[in-house]
């Protein structure tokens, strides 16, 4: 089955409601995660669970792509379908797809939906922050202040990724202007 195929038709059809969109999304997830109970093949549990999600991430994040990049932007403005693709991406058992992911939701949603973001995931995770803030960065979403202070004060040294992002991030802060002297001299951040 060609899982972004089916996403992509799901995504595009204009004559759905977000809600029949909503159920279709959750009948492809379920029929995807049937494929993977049963191993044929002699490979781990693991191997399929990893797999599994992968799917999971690629099909989130497309339909996440596709829907902000105005092809359906009725669906892009139901919060029941922001919430299930974020519960897709925070449930991930595995830190490469949940992370790109968390990354894509900071570049690419609008800030009410970043904020939903923030509601559904406590602020404590360290690579979770690292992350968010990247992609609030790359899209220059303001308004997460106190956000990227509370992680400044919470990385491990002030020259570790999670600080400079933080820095990085208050630096570009139109609201806190005095943060823009603070960090005037900021080295290039890693891509």
């Known amino acids: 089955m060609d899982v972004l195929k089916e996403a992509l038709q799901i995504a595009v059809a204009e004559d759905r409601s977000a809600e029949e969109v909503l159920q279709r999304m959750t009948l492809l997830v379920d029929f995807i995660f049937e494929q993977f109970q049963e191993d044929e093949t002699g490979n781990s549990a693991e191997y399929f669970s990893r797999k599994f999600e992968l799917h999971l991430t690629r099909i989130a994040h497309f339909l996440l792509w596709v829907c902000d990049r105005g092809i359906n932007p009725k ?9 299930y693709i974020l519960s897709l991406a925070f449930d ?23 904020q939903l973001a923030l509601e559904m995931k406590p602020w404590q995770d360290e690579m979770y922050k690292l992350e968010f803030l990247a992609g609030l960065n790359q899209k220059r979403i303001g308004g997460f202040e106190r956000e990227a202070e509370a992680a400044l004060k919470d990385a491990e040294s002030p020259k570790s990724e999670l600080a400079k992002i933080a820095q990085r991030y208050l630096k570009n802060s139109t609201k806190f202007k005095h943060y823009q002297e603070k960090f005037k001299d900021l080295e290039p951040l890693r891509n």
């Open 92 to 114: 991930a058992k595995y830190n490469n797809a949940r992370l790109e992911f968390i990354r894509a939701i900071g570049i690419n949603w609008p800030k009410e939906f970043v």
């Open 75 to 83: 669906y892009s403005k139901s919060k029941a379908i922001r919430e």
